[in-house]
């Protein structure tokens, strides 16, 4: 079946500084990807839909300057957190269109 | 205004029983209703989907049920196993390929 490569699975990083997080589709070309966050012993919320080759749709509530998402292939879309706070700190999922797929989450600590 | 709950948080059972764990959803239509699994610091893993004019779908050990008049979804493991044990979440289409996810049950499986 599809499979979606999330990296890095953990990053630790300082207050005000930016991080990437990587989702690639392996063996399929994804159109469409979704980014999702989820605090502890709560339910995935949606942040944004990537679609190739054209802006990102943020849900209502998302700052967009603060969570850039980037789709420019097919097989890759990055969401960058830019000056993390640490209330930034959550699991971030990327999922994509094809066979309800998900990536392995990115766990984002920022002291 | 929209909700999906699943009313247990935590659901114990023996191995070897059936659990059953229950979604409820207000104020939704949706075309089609998934279930997941979530294992600790991982991402959702679909198990699967089930539409509104469908009212059973079974995998191996798995059953699930859908009924539209009721707004609820029951999703049931049967002869279960410890290997079983993981956050179930349910999850609906709130537009297209779209996800709206429940809080999610942590079922164990005791030997």
């Known amino acids: 079946g599809a499979v979606v490569s999330q990296h890095p699975s953990r990053v630790i990083c300082k207050s005000g500084t930016s991080v990437k997080i990587e989702c690639r589709s392996l063996?399929?070309?994804?159109?469409?990807m979704f980014w999702y966050r989820q605090f502890p012993k709560q339910s995935l919320m949606l942040m944004a839909t990537s679609n190739e080759g054209s802006k990102a749709t943020y849900e209502q509530g998302v700052e967009k300057d603060k969570f850039l998402i980037n789709h420019a292939s097919l097989t890759l879309s990055t969401l960058t957190v830019t000056s993390a706070h640490p209330e930034d700190s959550s699991f971030y999922i990327c999922?994509?269109?094809?066979?309800?797929?998900f990536g392995s989450g990115t766990r984002l600590t920022v002291v | 205004s929209q909700k999906i709950e699943q009313n247990s948080e935590a659901l114990n059972i023996q191995e070897g029983k059936t659990a059953t764990l229950t979604c409820n959803y207000t104020?939704?239509?949706?075309?089609?209703l998934q279930w997941y699994r979530q294992d600790p610091g991982r991402g959702p893993v679909f198990l699967l989907l089930i539409r509104e004019n469908e009212k059973e779908k079974r995998k191996e050990r798995l059953k699930v049920t859908f009924d539209t008049t009721l707004k609820q979804s029951l999703f049931h493991i049967t002869a279960s196993q410890p290997a079983d044990s993981a956050t179930y979440l349910c999850?609906?289409?709130?537009?297209?390929?779209?996800?709206?996810f429940g809080t999610g049950t942590r079922l164990l499986v005791s030997p």
């Open positions: 063996d399929f070309q994804a159109t469409t």
């Open positions: 104020n939704y239509s949706p075309a089609y």
């Open positions: 999922s994509a269109s094809v066979d309800y797929t």
């Open positions: 999850a609906l289409d709130s537009s297209f390929q779209k996800l709206v």
